[in-house]
């Protein structure tokens, strides 16, 4: 099963910022935060991960709790190409590479 | 340019018919994926290999094989015991434990 909890749907005005809630309230200590989308019919595609500091790049926001239990993808200023399912996943870093897990993720509607 | 290739993009089979979709990454990663996604659902892990000649079943390994004889492929088998074919199917590879995952487009399978 996957180890984190996302939202079904979320809608977003284009222009303004898309937060994207993500619960993972069993996570370890040594597993990262990953976020990914998957815009219909092609392969998903990666956005940022992070440990425990907030990040950033030329896509996104990663903002983690201090505790570490939930985390929060921004897209600063949606697009109506930002339209697209996203996954937040963890994953260890400690050990074997083991596998992917992946949710149901949020889909994005990002409305003119 | 590098990247993971998935082949062929439709493939249509008849009903107890094996069928293997191609995967082949030129990125040098050691672990790969393959998972299964249903119309409006997340994706679910069948098998993933962490290195040549080794793999493991993920949560829907049932009627699926796979072998990992070179470190750039990873062929899936979709067996007659697969009871429901039809879906998405979607591969992937990591380099390291600390790094991202890349997917390929997909093979989108139709049993007919």
């Known amino acids: 099963d996957a180890k984190t909890t996302q939202p079904p749907s979320m809608d977003c005005a284009e222009g303004r910022a898309a937060n994207l809630p993500c619960n993972h309230s069993?996570?370890?200590?040594?597993?990262?935060v990953y976020w990914y989308r998957q815009i219909h019919s092609q392969g998903p595609q990666y956005i940022i991960h992070?440990?425990?500091n907030n990040e950033t790049n030329e896509m996104a926001s990663l903002i983690i709790t201090e505790d570490r239990k939930s985390s929060t993808l921004i897209l600063p200023h949606a697009t109506l190409r930002d339209t697209a399912v996203y996954y937040c996943?963890?994953?260890?870093?400690?050990?074997?590479?083991?596998?992917?897990?992946f949710g149901k993720g949020t889909k994005l509607s990002v409305k003119p | 340019d590098g990247g993971i290739t998935q082949s062929p993009k439709y493939l249509f089979r008849k009903e107890g018919q094996n069928v293997t979709l191609s995967c082949e990454q030129n990125?040098?990663?050691?672990?790969m994926y393959w998972y299964r996604q249903d119309p409006g659902q997340g994706l679910r892990l069948i098998y993933y290999?962490?290195?040549?000649?080794?793999?493991q079943k993920g949560d829907i390994a049932e009627g699926y094989s796979v072998s990992r004889e070179k470190k750039e492929s990873f062929p899936l088998t979709v067996t007659s015991a697969q009871k429901n074919p039809t879906a998405f199917y979607l591969c992937?590879?990591?380099?390291?434990?600390?790094?991202?995952?890349?997917f390929g487009q997909g093979t989108r399978l139709t049993v007919v």
């Open positions: 290999s962490q290195i040549v000649n080794d793999f």
């Open positions: 069993t996570i370890s200590g040594n597993e990262y």
């Open positions: 990125l040098n990663h050691d672990a």
């Open positions: 992070g440990l425990k």
């Open positions: 996943i963890v994953r260890t870093y400690g050990g074997s590479q083991g596998n992917l897990i």
């Open positions: 992937a590879s990591t380099l390291s434990r600390n790094t991202e995952a890349f």
